[in-house]
């Protein structure tokens, strides 16, 4: 199945892409393990990823921790830290 | 009597009149007895900064500021909330974000108002850059710890 990935603020600009759609390889299962993927694939994810703990991700537009699975999600999306308001 | 709050939620480039929103909430009522307003505005820092930039996630925004304001509604007897984020480019003295809450008494206005203000630092997905007023590149501003904390100290212990 296709993913959505959708990234915010500096994590899209060190990704160097607003969004992509991906297959998610067997073995990713949650969040973490969609970040520890992530991040091996390229020297722009790696400097995105570089801290994973303070990525904060959404899926299908509500907030989740890093241990929520991600089956059947249509659109993941990553980012920093809040700073609206 | 009550009837059940429907909570405006709005996600705009274009700025807001904060007396046009407290008007929409109060006018043809009798009921209402206290109104809070908070506004947020976009400081210069000290001459340092030329504009805001703030980057959000179109719908998510929209739903998570509404999931907010349900629970203010949820957990204050209020008898109006507006909520307005703005986003892209927004120059100092503009404003950024409205919150006004109405309510019989003011403790339930004053205190839905703060909770909403500190979730939606937290929560809303919305993203600040720096432009610099002396050309440079200011980069995007960093989430402070207190206002984590602040959004915190809101939780009950069910």
Known sequence: ?85 | MTSAVVPVVRIQAQDFDVAAEIARLTQGRADIGAVVSFSGLCRDEQGTLSALELEHYPGMAEAEIARIAAEAVERWPLQGLTAIHRHGKIAPGENIVLVVTASAHRHAAFEAANFLMDYLKSRAPFWKKEHRADGSEGGWVEAKEADDEAAGRWKSSD
């Open chain 1, 1 to 85: 199945m296709t993913t959505r990935l959708i990234y915010f603020a500096w994590v899209r600009e060190r990704i160097g892409m607003p969004e992509e759609d991906v297959d998610l390889p067997a073995g990713v299962e949650t969040v973490a393990d969609l970040l520890r993927w992530l991040k091996s694939r390229g020297e722009e994810y790696e400097h995105a990823l570089q801290y994973p703990d303070v990525i904060r991700v959404a899926i299908n537009q509500e907030h989740v921790e890093h241990g929520e699975k991600i089956a059947g999600a249509r659109e993941i999306a990553l980012f920093p830290p809040m700073t609206g308001g």
